[in-house]
């Protein structure tokens, strides 16, 4: 007997990262009320965790130079937990000082985009990374890993298995017990998402894989699949689809939080997030930002709308 069973994990964690990666590809600056305004909203949706800025240079970022305070006023916001990307450690001691708990690290799967993005290759990249993770320790902060153009560089093209391992090893030495697998270019497959994914957890079994996809080539959700497929349950996402990388060149945004709240309800999987109200919010931030990022759900709604049967003399189209 055929078993036809399409299993999946119960419950997945969606991390909203529009207000970082979202925000940072605006060329029109973003007051800080309606940021704060934007994440408050986000928070009432049933997002537990938001990745609210980036502590890099005013220069590198003009966007994001109100990261202080912006977290300094979401700090009060109940049953949410703040991450912030950090350069350096300079980045790391601002971050830390205005209340975040939990830093993420920056780091390239191949020294093309580590040159663009980092100045430096990737090994000079994460050596330069340790003084991160020793100053988070002494203040007790978390500190994840990242590793973006993970399965597809714009300048050297797709990334082999090996690659990641090598720097997987030093995030281990390093003491990392997280890191996050970033679609940085939308050059992802599924079947090489699959793939990778089970030589990772084999290799790594204490570290804890996150998937952050971008949805430029149209494959964020069926990469989803795949990461499900694997155990993956933890997921970034960007509100209305917003996003983008200024190192990738044609990089669009990343899936959008509707979209992919939407895409794991109906497949069985829980995130504890209200639809309803994620759809709510994205057409007030598409309306504030003045677009949003291809986003499926703003532009049909979703599945379970029901709509008034045309009348005997209207033409379907198939």
């Given at each position: 007997m055929?078993?036809n069973?399409?299993?999946l994990p119960?419950k997945?964690i969606?991390?909203?990262v529009?207000p970082?990666?979202g925000?940072?590809?605006?060329p029109?600056w973003?007051?800080t009320d309606?940021k704060v ?8 949706t ?5 990745e609210?800025?980036?502590f890099?240079h005013p220069?590198?970022i ?5 990261a202080?305070e912006v977290v300094?006023?979401?700090q009060d ?11 350096n450690l300079r980045?790391?001691q601002?971050?830390?000082s205005?209340?975040v708990k939990k830093?993420k690290l920056?780091?390239s799967a191949?020294?093309a ?15 330069k990374?340790?003084?991160i ?5 002494q ?8 590793i973006s153009v993970?399965?597809?560089c714009?300048?050297e ?9 090598s720097?997987l090893d030093?995030?281990?030495t390093?003491?990392i017990?997280e890191v996050s ?8 497959t599924p079947k ?11 290799t790594y079994?204490t570290i ?9 080539r149209g494959?964020?959700l069926?990469?989803t ?5 694997q ?6 996402s960007s509100?209305?689809g ?5 190192y990738?060149p044609g990089a669009?945004g990343n ?5 992919l709240v939407h895409?794991l309800?109906e ?6 997030i209200?639809?309803?109200s994620?759809i709510?919010?994205?057409k007030e931030v598409?309306?504030i930002?003045g ?21 005997s003399?209207q033409?379907?189209n198939n």
């Amino acid at each position: 007997m055929v078993d036809n069973e399409f299993l999946l994990p119960k419950k997945a964690i969606v991390c909203e990262v529009a207000p970082r990666d979202g925000f940072q590809a605006e060329p029109e600056w973003i007051p800080t009320d309606k940021k704060v305004e934007m994440i408050r909203s986000l928070a009432q949706t049933g997002v537990t965790t938001m990745e609210v800025t980036s502590f890099v240079h005013p220069k590198a970022i003009p966007q994001l130079k109100d990261a202080e305070e912006v977290v300094s006023r979401v700090q009060d916001i109940e049953n949410l937990h703040l991450r912030a990307l950090v350069p350096n450690l300079r980045g790391a001691q601002r971050a830390i000082s205005s209340g975040v708990k939990k830093l993420k690290l920056m780091l390239s799967a191949t020294d093309a985009h580590s040159l663009s993005n980092a100045n430096a290759t990737v090994i000079e990249a994460q050596k330069k990374l340790e003084p991160i993770i020793e100053y988070a320790n002494q203040k007790d902060a978390k500190v994840g890993g990242s590793i973006s153009v993970a399965f597809g560089c714009p300048y050297e093209g797709k990334v082999e298995v090996n690659q990641l391992i090598s720097i997987l090893d030093r995030y281990q030495t390093m003491g990392i017990e997280e890191v996050s697998l970033a679609d940085t270019t939308g050059m992802a497959t599924p079947k090489q998402v699959y793939e990778t994914l089970g030589v990772l957890k084999e290799t790594y079994p204490t570290i804890t894989f996150s998937m952050h996809f971008h949805n430029t080539r149209g494959m964020a959700l069926a990469n989803t699949v795949s990461a499900l497929q694997q155990g993956v349950i933890r997921f970034d996402s960007s509100i209305a689809g917003l996003g983008g990388c200024p190192y990738a060149p044609g990089a669009t945004g990343n899936v959008a939080t509707e979209d992919l709240v939407h895409f794991l309800h109906e497949n069985g999987v829980d995130t504890g997030i209200n639809l309803s109200s994620v759809i709510t919010t994205a057409k007030e931030v598409k309306k504030i930002i003045g677009h949003d990022g291809g986003s499926f759900i703003l532009q049909a709604g979703p599945s379970s709308d029901l709509h008034s049967k045309p009348n005997s003399q209207q033409k379907i189209n198939n």
